[in-house]
């Protein structure tokens, strides 16, 4: 499978822990995106990396998120002190400089 | 800012037929859109994307039409299958690091 790979799928967890999910993108796509979609929503930008350099993260939703990706290959999205307002659905796309935008299947996030 | 929106939340067309669906931007500053086609608890899968340097674009099955005067596009499958039932997002973006705005989206039914 040669798709943007998300782990986990789903994600239970109690309020006030920390997440970490994965999301590999397409070998030769050199930007990763991140996005969160609420039910019945379109997904919303969080934030984005071109290599292994974040150019923008000022819509990240919050201080208790974060995003990395180390050696511009595969990226982690953290969430610390989780809240149910968290809960939702967190996308990963990646994409080459102006064209092929494909998402991954997600992770689905739980916060009780 | 950018905002995308779509004009019905749900349609509803016999199998068979073509199915037309609605989109329109605030931003004339958007120079390039996408239409995202996503079923229950998958990721948005690319359907076709058009620049703002063109009117009409064609796949198989599926056209984009772009009208910059009135910031509106649409997206027409033709002969609907029942496959085709899904959720369907018109994204747009106005800058070179692609940060897509969603739209709402519409639940595209095929009736037997």
């Known amino acids: ?112 | 800012g950018e905002s995308v929106g779509l004009h019905l939340p749900t349609l509803s067309v016999q199998e068979g037929d073509n199915s037309i669906i609605n989109c329109a931007y605030s931003n004339s500053a958007s120079d390039y859109f996408i239409w995202y086609k996503q079923e229950s608890g998958k990721g948005p899968q690319f359907i076709i994307d058009i620049r703002s340097n063109m009117d009409k674009r064609q796949g198989q099955r599926v056209t984009v039409l772009l009208n910059k005067t009135v910031k509106h596009l649409s997206l027409q499958i033709a002969a609907t299958q029942p496959g085709d039932s899904a959720v369907y997002f018109c994204a747009g973006s106005r800058d070179s690091a692609r940060q897509l705005t969603f739209g709402s989206g519409t639940q595209l039914t095929v009736l037997p």
């Open chain 1, 1 to 112: 499978d040669t798709g943007v790979s998300q782990d986990p799928r789903h994600k239970i967890t109690k309020r006030g822990q920390n997440v970490t999910f994965r999301c590999d993108p397409i070998s030769e796509h050199n930007r990763l995106y991140w996005y969160r979609q609420t039910l019945g929503q379109g997904p919303e930008f969080l934030t984005y990396f071109q290599n292994e350099a974040q150019l923008e993260k000022s819509r990240l939703l919050s201080d208790r998120f974060s995003a990395e990706r180390p050696k511009g290959s595969f990226s982690t999205l953290e969430i610390q002190r989780t809240e149910q307002g968290d809960s939702a659905m967190y996308l990963c796309a990646s994409s080459e400089q102006n064209y092929g935008y494909t998402f991954g299947s997600g992770t689905r996030l739980t916060v009780v």
